[in-house]
Nanobody
Framework: QVQLVESGGRLVQTGDSLRLSCAAS????????MGWSRQTPGREREIVAS????????YYADSVKGRFTISRDNGKNTVYLQMNSLKPEDTAVYYC??????????????????WGQGTQVTVSS
């Protein structure tokens, strides 16, 4: 059974930092693009960041550029999202995801075909 399991979400204050982790099991995603998306109630799931198979290329949504950093450790089958200077508008459920068969970047949440269960990040003002 393929699983993506996120961890690290919690309640923080504006300006704080937080690191999310996503551990994959059941198959390796070392040759696939991975990323993070987020969703708030009533809104479409939006992509936050993606990373190519080797970690040499990354993509960020404009709303998080300069504040968030995505990285991966293929030896651990894990992807991370370092979030700095958090704002209340970053409050959402954050999902780890992967697009099998794509070694490059992902620019839309609709392209991901593997998803984690999500982890809640709440930023209080």
């Amino acid at each position: 059974q393929v699983q993506l399991v996120e961890s690290g979400g919690r309640l923080v204050q504006t300006g704080d930092s937080l690191r999310l982790s996503c551990a994959a099991s059941g198959r390796t995603f070392n040759a696939d693009a991975m990323g993070w998306s987020r969703q708030t109630p009533g809104r479409e799931r939006e992509i936050v960041a993606s990373i190519n198979w080797s970690g040499s290329s990354t993509y960020y949504a404009d709303s998080v550029k300069g504040r968030f950093t995505i990285s991966r450790d293929n030896g651990k089958n894990t992807v991370y999202l370092q979030m700095n200077s958090l704002k209340p508008e970053d409050t959402a459920v954050y999902y780890c995801a992967a697009e099998s068969g794509n070694a490059g970047l992902v620019y839309s949440s609709r392209n991901f075909d593997y998803w984690g269960q999500g982890t809640q990040v709440t930023v209080s003002s």
